[in-house]
């Protein structure tokens, strides 16, 4: 049951988020998802794992042209004022922070031979993306030979965001060793402009509420390929996901929690994924069911088709290694440990505020099956502040942790992950597409990478992601098993 436990958690890598906020029951009802979300075979057909530079997002799987337009024109937001909005919100706009590290570095393309040249040129990357410029060799996947610098944009979150940010921020409440108030946090990031004692917790905070793939109420497909040191594939996995924002919704109006259920239990988000490979496990599924407590134990149950049971599963085994990828449970999405003061508590700390260059996915990227190199990669300039939590707790499997954050809007590019030794041991890294008309930042494509240093251990995930607004039952198991 432990094998099984561990397999089944094993693709929630890209789209664990939770978010809390009160409010009221749609005023809009949605479509049904089903009529215009595609299918694997479509998401297969629309790009390659391997040497495809077509854009998932384009053709017949674009975002605009397969969500109905009566519900994208309630996603989208005017651009000018989602600028304005997210610049009050957190107090400047990225292309004026930028530039003055290595300036002579500009716009362009570039390859790894020009790092080689610059010693100067190397200081723009983090340390384990600064290892990757190189052409594709043992023993990890993922090097980057040649890319492209694009000029740094304004990033912003959508509308709504930028809003329940400014009107909520004066309600938090926190408590003396700088830790939220859980009920105190009622929608948009808690810490917009983090300052004081606890910097760094703050900022670790808006990670945690981060607004990411379309307010986690989405349809995800993602394949996952898994790489032994000599480059040769070990694992070839897939899987569906279907997302369901419970609380701290701010893609539709009105805003606010999903429903009293949800309210009184203080819920944040219900999901259901089952398997479509490898083939020995297709037909288990697991759903998860997400609370804004920290004390609160979130409720994991997976379906095993062999016993035709429904199993119960705990979420305090967070440390238990994933069986195909190279993270543990608390590893998903990067990074998806609860902020506490009392279970596996972190002393956090602001390393440095720099600028580095980071992915900037347009969907185009992809991968090559010879040597299995990142191509059609683009950089840009990003303000960012890099973060160590220390873990406090000498049980757990990591020493400490070290974020790639970026400061306009808080997502995060890449997590480094030490054993008890000290030793470089799991590492994180990830790019996300920008949806400008909906200010909106999601998976799409060759987007993440994941790394074993130790065991020597690669895995590379592609993901499509695309709105879809579901029902209760279509995010239970038991929704599952009927729809079977």
Not at 12 to 25: E, P, Y
Not at 357 to 380: H, I, Q, S
Not at 436 to 444: A, D, I, N
């Amino acid at each position: 049951m432990k094998c099984l436990k561990r397999s089944v958690v094993c693709f929630a890598a890209v789209f664990m988020i939770g978010l809390c906020l009160q409010g009221t029951l749609w005023a809009y009802d949605p479509p049904d998802p089903k009529t215009y979300v595609p299918t694997f075979t479509d998401f297969q057909k629309a790009k390659k794992f391997y040497d495809d530079p077509r854009s998932v997002y384009a053709g017949p799987l674009s975002i605009k042209k397969r969500v109905p337009k009566e519900l994208y024109e309630k996603l989208v937001h005017p651009v000018s004022e989602m600028k304005k909005e997210w610049a009050d919100v957190v107090g400047f706009k990225s292309p004026d922070l930028v530039g003055k590290k290595v300036p002579e570095v500009k716009p362009g393309k570039y390859t790894y031979k020009d790092l080689e040249k610059s010693p100067g040129f190397k200081s723009l990357f983090w340390p384990t993306l600064q290892s990757r410029i190189r052409p594709g060799a043992a023993p990890f996947a993922g090097n980057i030979p040649a890319f492209e610098i694009i000029a740094t944009q304004q990033l912003y979150h959508s509308l709504p965001v930028a809003r329940y940010t400014k009107q909520n921020a004066s309600k938090i409440k926190t408590e003396s060793n700088g830790y939220l108030v859980p009920e105190s946090w009622e929608g948009g990031l808690p810490f917009p402009k983090p300052s004081g004692k606890f910097k760094a917790l703050q900022i670790m905070y808006n990670v945690e509420k981060r607004y990411f793939s379309f307010d986690a109420s989405f349809l995800l497909f993602q394949n996952v390929r898994g790489y032994r040191k000599d480059l040769s594939t070990d694992f070839d996995g897939a899987i569906q996901v279907r997302s369901l924002k419970a609380a701290g919704r701010l893609a539709l109006e009105p805003y606010g929690v999903l429903d009293e259920r949800a309210r009184k239990r203080g819920e944040i988000r219900n999901f259901v994924m089952d398997y479509l490979k490898p083939r020995d496990s297709v037909g288990t599924a697991m759903s998860a069911l997400y609370y804004n407590d920290p004390k609160k134990s979130d409720l994991l149950m997976v379906y095993v088709p062999s016993l035709r049971r429904i199993r119960m599963l705990t979420s305090s085994d967070s440390q238990d290694p994933i069986q195909g990828q190279d993270l543990i449970y608390d590893d998903n999405d990067g990074f998806l440990q609860k902020l506490s003061p009392t279970r596996f508590p972190y002393e956090w700390k602001v390393v440095e505020e720099t600028e580095y260059l980071a992915p900037f996915f347009d969907g185009t990227e992809y991968v090559t099956e010879k040597g299995l190199e990142y191509r059609n990669v683009k950089f840009m300039r990003r303000p960012v502040y890099v973060v160590e939590g220390k873990q406090l707790d000498k049980n757990y499997v990591y020493s400490k942790r070290v974020f790639y954050i970026d400061r306009e809007t808080f997502m995060f590019y890449a997590v480094m992950n030490y054993d008890q030794k000290g030793r470089l041991y799991r590492t994180f890294e990830a790019g996300f597409k920008f949806e400008p008309e909906l200010g909106v930042f999601h998976t799409g494509g060759a987007s993440t990478l994941l790394k074993d240093h130790v065991d020597v251990h690669s895995c590379i995930l592609t993901s499509y992601d695309i709105p879809a607004f579901w029902k209760r039952r279509d995010v239970s198991l038991e929704g599952y098993m009927g729809a079977k």
